[in-house]
């Protein structure tokens, strides 16, 4: 059973940056996509950014540029570096996990997605 535990979240100014991190166990697959996504308070949940096992990123437009996702395979640790951070980056960051056939870019359609964290907030103040 995969499981992902998020952490990092806080409050931050805008402009400011914060690095959530998500902790993954319970998976063997050697080609796996990971992502982050949000949801803010009555609005839609968000795919922000994809990794592939093999190092493919994916982004989404409003995020390009100032965040940045990595992970540490040895310690099978996800993270992403948020910078210049705007009052709408504001909502709850879920972590996701899938196995895929595939070598090409992650989705960002959550509905693709089998196995979620729990969620870490993040908060930007203007």
């Known amino acids: 059973q995969v499981q992902l535990v998020e952490s990092g979240g806080g409050s931050v100014q805008a402009g400011g940056s914060l690095r959530v991190s998500c902790a993954a166990s319970?998976?063997?697959?050697?080609?796996?996509?990971m992502a982050w996504f949000r949801q803010a308070p009555g609005k839609e949940r968000e795919g922000v950014a994809t990794?592939?096992?093999?190092?493919?990123?994916n982004y989404a437009d409003s995020v390009k540029g100032r965040f940045t996702i990595s992970q540490d395979n040895a310690e099978k640790i996800l993270y992403l570096q948020m910078s210049s951070l705007k009052p709408e980056d504001s909502a709850m960051y879920y972590c996701a996990y899938r196995a895929t056939s595939t070598f090409w870019t992650c989705s960002l359609d959550g509905a693709r997605y089998d196995y979620w964290g729990q969620g870490t907030q993040v908060t930007v103040s203007s």
């Open positions: 990794i592939h096992s093999n190092g493919i990123t």
């Open positions: 319970g998976y063997t697959d050697t080609r796996y996509c």
